[in-house]
């Protein structure tokens, strides 16, 4: 089918050389007609008028073919309308006329054209024939089809690519249909990138309801479908370095097992879902694993750990969930009714000896366990009271499982609040002390006072100081109570006939400060006191946690003038051998070995070595918490030398001390 163009009257050769044709009826869409005025002039048909036969001038361009011969028709031509003129005695070049037609054919005027020229889209119109009437091709996209022969043309005529024509059929079909609109989308290559166009077709249908026009626009989408392609790469490595920062956040890099924030995770889903069905936690400290790591090469501590981690990984037991809950500790969250059970067996486990390259090791563990939903309901809580629990049991050495017991909770919210109140600023305006009678054991004469603080708390009440000084202790705040103690009594015993002296009590902590003895003596210095009326006390613990220090500081004190008395003994770990090796110049014997004294046998041998002890190292020795003249008379014909208790003298407010020696 040849693309078509009216005429008036005669067909111009030069259109029919280009193959137009003679439209077929009135309603044909061509944008132009064409007159050809030297056939006019030569058929003597003049003055002629623009027919009225349907060929609407004004909304068309008139294509005007003329020569010198008929050039004086060009003044019968209408005012008003669009001509193009085509000189032929000026012998107009074909080119010409090729563009002036692709132009009208593809465009309806310059301005249009512009505007169509920077659009990337593909747009087609076609008759109900399935021929095309008009089309846009994207300047940017090489051209398959000739504009000239295209118009006009049947669809399967087209040169078109194989998916365009399929895109244009669908869009037939589904304009055909009920749907009457239609999407797809079809990749066109343009030699260097693929070019992706979505298309849509819409009818524009006659007056009588059939089918007049189909257009077909395919709206260019490359860059959206790049930026989709690239954003679903993005997506996707996202994913995976989300996933990789999951994996990393949840596990731990020594061992390879869960760590503490996935073991928190699971125990919230878990007791989500639970019911009410009883879990156990179970939390496990290796006791020996940080002195092993502090002591050995570097990586030991890491391969001890791994293998201790594979234990608990190769136990196959579906319901138990293991995790590493901190540097020595794991954790093993199981249900409640196997839990008793399981948690002694993992514990012999984990205690088999550990065979790194270089040594066996021996493994010592404790652990404490809490039960959901009887101590705790939600995870937090859940995992705090197995941490009172483990705490307890290390502490206190006694279990080595340790369930959790409420009584533990208190326990520890008081030591909370004790510790609280230790850490405010004027904390020694609530403190006093009291002084304890140490009698010569055949004059009874006073000798020594032992220096005990008190504590009457607003808050809390009276605190005993077994529980506050310990805490006072782990918090350091000890070190600064202990110079307001030394600084008050110092001003007490100033005012003391000269033989009498203090009996003061030093922490572990506070011997191990390096200043101490400096300190201690510009502060009695204050006081005008000499170092002679003081006697530390101290404990067998600091001499075997730091031997070579402890025994540093108290040669310092020796030095100075103190005298040194070593508390609690025979409570301790140490033999009683090395008694000589230490510059002590009294020991105390602890209380507890005087509660049953002497009718229990083990004490009395007890009490019988060391008095026999000290009398061969000629080191004073002073029996404590002596209640009962019995005692005194035995202790006595054992050359023990000095005597401390109840019996004799509670410890003493002040006042109640100054009267004695008014
Ligand atoms: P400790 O150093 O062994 O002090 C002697 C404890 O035995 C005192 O208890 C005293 O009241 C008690 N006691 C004395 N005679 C008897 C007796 O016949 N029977 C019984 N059952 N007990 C007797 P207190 O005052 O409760 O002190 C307890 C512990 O608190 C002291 O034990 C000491 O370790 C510590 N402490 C007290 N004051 C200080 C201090 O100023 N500094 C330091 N670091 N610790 C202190
Ligand atoms: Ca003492
Ligand atoms: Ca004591």
Not at 471 to 484: D, F, P, Q, R, Y
Not at 522 to 551: F, Q
Not at 644 to 662: C, D, I, K, V
């Amino acid at each position: 089918m040849k693309p078509q163009v009216s005429y008036w009257k005669y067909m111009p050769p030069e259109l029919a050389e280009l193959g137009f044709a003679t439209p077929v009826g009135n309603s044909t869409p061509e944008p132009c007609i064409a007159i050809d005025l030297d056939s006019i002039h030569h058929n003597g048909n003049r003055p002629f008028s623009l027919p009225a036969d349907g060929l609407a001038l004004e909304s068309k361009t008139t294509l005007v073919f003329y020569s010198d011969r008929s050039r004086h028709l060009l003044n019968d031509l209408p005012l008003s309308g669009h001509f193009e003129f085509f000189d032929r005695s000026a012998s107009f070049s074909k080119q010409a006329l090729q563009e002036t037609l692709q132009r009208l054919f593809t465009g309806t005027d310059r301005s249009a054209e512009t505007i169509l020229h920077s659009i990337d889209d593909l747009i087609f119109v076609f008759s109900s024939e399935e021929r095309l009437l008009w089309y846009h091709w994207p300047s940017n996209l090489p051209s398959p089809i000739d504009p000239i022969t295209a118009i006009g043309s049947h669809l399967q005529r087209l040169p078109l690519p194989e998916s365009l024509l399929q895109a244009i059929e669908q869009g037939f079909t589904a304009a055909r249909s009920e749907e009457r609109e239609h999407a797809i989308e079809i990749t066109l290559e343009d030699g260097h990138r693929k070019r992706t166009f979505a298309f849509r077709t819409s009818l524009q249908p006659s007056t009588d309801g059939s089918l007049d026009r189909i257009t077909l626009t395919g709206r260019e989408i490359t860059d959206l479908v790049e930026a989709r392609t690239s954003l679903s790469n993005l997506t996707e490595e996202l994913e995976n370095s989300f996933l990789r920062a999951f994996e990393l956040a949840f596990t731990d890099r020594t061992t390879g097992m869960p760590n503490k924030a996935a073991l928190m995770q699971t125990l919230e889903m878990t007791m989500e879902n639970h019911g009410d069905e009883s879990l156990a936690l179970l939390l496990l400290h290796v006791r020996n694993l940080s002195n092993i790591g502090n002591s050995t090469r570097f990586d030991t501590g890491d391969q001890i750990l791994k293998t201790l981690a594979d234990r608990l990984k190769n136990e196959t037991n579906r319901q138990t969930f293991f995790a590493r809950y901190g540097e020595d500790e794991f954790a093993i969250f199981m249900p409640g009714d196997m839990a008793t059970e399981e948690s002694a067996r993992l514990l012999k486990l984990m205690e088999a000896p550990v065979k790194t390259d270089t040594m066996e090791f021996t493994i010592s563990c404790t652990a404490g366990m809490a039960f959901f939903p009887e101590d705790a309901t939600s995870m937090e809580p859940l995992v705090q009271s197995a941490e009172i629990a483990l705490r307890e049991a290390s502490e206190t050495g006694v279990e080595k499982v340790r369930t959790f017991s409420p009584e533990d909770r208190r326990r520890l919210t008081f030591a909370m609040l004790v510790e609280t109140e230790l850490l405010r600023p004027n904390i020694t305006d609530e403190m006093s002390l009291v002084y304890q009678p140490i009698v010569d054991a055949v004059t009874r004469k006073i000798r020594y006072f032992e220096i005990l603080l008190r504590w009457k708390s607003p808050t809390l009440g009276v605190v005993p100081p077994d529980i506050f000084i310990s805490l006072a202790e782990k918090i350091g705040v000890i070190i600064s109570l202990t110079n307001w103690m030394i600084s008050q009594c110092s001003q007490v015993l100033h005012q003391l006939p000269e033989d009498i002296c203090f009996s003061i009590n030093l922490s572990p902590v506070h011997l191990l400060v390096p200043t101490l003895v400096d300190d201690i003596v510009s502060l009695i210095d204050r006081h005008n006191m000499r170092p002679e009326r003081y006697k530390i006390e101290i404990t067998e613990e600091v001499i075997i946690r730091d031997p070579v220090e402890a025994t540093q500081r108290i040669r310092g004190l020796k030095d100075q003038g103190f005298t040194i008395a070593l508390d609690d003994f025979g409570v301790g770990f140490s033999g009683l051998s090395y008694l000589g090796l230490l510059p002590v110049d009294s020991i105390k014997i602890d209380r507890s070995f005087l509660e049953h004294y002497p009718e229990d046998r083990r004490s009395s041998a007890l009490v019988e070595a060391i008095l026999t002890l000290t009398s061969s190292f000629n080191i004073e020795s002073i029996a404590e918490g002596v209640e009962r003249e019995d005692q005194i008379e035995q202790l006595k014909r054992l050359g023990c030398n000095m005597l401390q208790g109840f019996l004799l003298s509670r410890p003493l407010e002040e006042s109640a001390m100054m009267a004695m020696f008014a």
